[in-house]
Every structure is written in structure tokens, then in C-alpha cells.
């Protein structure tokens, strides 16, 4: 089985970048665990759990093969494949600030993945001043 790896290149500061997050339940199972209803007044919505066994889910992106990568806070990201089990952590992750509302937070693909496999993250670092936002970038290797 081949194993992810995410080379990172990091740059120091960064003004405002946030990816649309979403927040999942907990973790991937390939069957339904809950559905729920939800009406609104202008739409109806069926919520159903899809993943568990993440630790402080923040953010996800989609992958062209139908599954995604899960962004931590604590500073981990897992691939869930297409096929509803949770895959490995990917490795190369840079190391994160996770302390108060700091954490690996947004993940956003390449606007031309997987041509570009370029994966962009937003985490809190600590300085000696305090945390601080940085923007990392790192390649994925090994993802189909």
C-alpha cells in the first residue's frame, strides 16, 4: 500500500485567507449511521452522519476520486476514500500551534489539482510573541 506523503513549504504570515469550512459529525463509515430532517422556510435538509473517529474535524476538500481530506486541529489531516473508510494520516504535516482557537484549520486544493497537486493550509504557529497565522503549501505525492 502505498503511503501519502504532503512535502510542506511554509510562508511566514499571512494576511486573510479562509477556505469555506465545514464541519463533519466525526469520521467515515461506508453506511448511514444517523439522518436527520431538518425543515426550514425555504428548504428541506437530510443530515447524515458520514464520518467518525477524527479528533476536532475543521475542514475539508474533495477530491476528484469522490473522497476528500479531513483537516484536525490538532494538526493531523486524513484522506476518507471514495468508498466510506477512513484512510491513513497524511505525513509532512507542519507543526501547529493547537491551543485555544488555534489548530490546523482550512484546506483548499490547487485550482487546477490534480495537474497541480498543490494542497494550501492555514494553521496557528507559536512565536514568541503569540500565535500567529501562517499559509503552508505542500505537494501531494501518492494520492490518486
Given at each position: 500500500m502505498m503511503m501519502h506523503r504532503l512535502k510542506i513549504l511554509t510562508e511566514k504570515g499571512l494576511g486573510v485567507v479562509f477556505a469555506f469550512s465545514f464541519a463533519l459529525y466525526g469520521g467515515f463509515s461506508s453506511k448511514a449511521v444517523m439522518a436527520e430532517e431538518i425543515q426550514s422556510e425555504k428548504h428541506?435538509?437530510?443530515?447524515t452522519q458520514i464520518a467518525e473517529g477524527f479528533s476536532s474535524p475543521w475542514s475539508l476538500v474533495f477530491l476528484p476520486n469522490g473522497g476528500f481530506l479531513v483537516s484536525e486541529?490538532?494538526?493531523?489531516?486524513?484522506?476518507?476514500?471514495a468508498n466510506g473508510r477512513l484512510g491513513k494520516r497524511l505525513s509532512?504535516?507542519?507543526k501547529v500551534a493547537h491551543k485555544g482557537q488555534g489548530g490546523l484549520l482550512d484546506l483548499a486544493l490547487h485550482p487546477e489539482f490534480p495537474e497541480q497537486p498543490w494542497l494550501y493550509m492555514a494553521y496557528a504557529h507559536e512565536?514568541?510573541?503569540?500565535?500567529?497565522?501562517?499559509?503552508g503549501r505542500g505537494r501531494l505525492e501518492g494520492m490518486p
Open positions: 428541506d435538509f437530510r443530515i486541529r490538532i494538526g493531523e489531516i486524513r484522506h476518507v476514500l509532512g504535516v507542519p512565536t514568541a510573541q503569540g500565535l500567529s497565522l501562517r499559509l
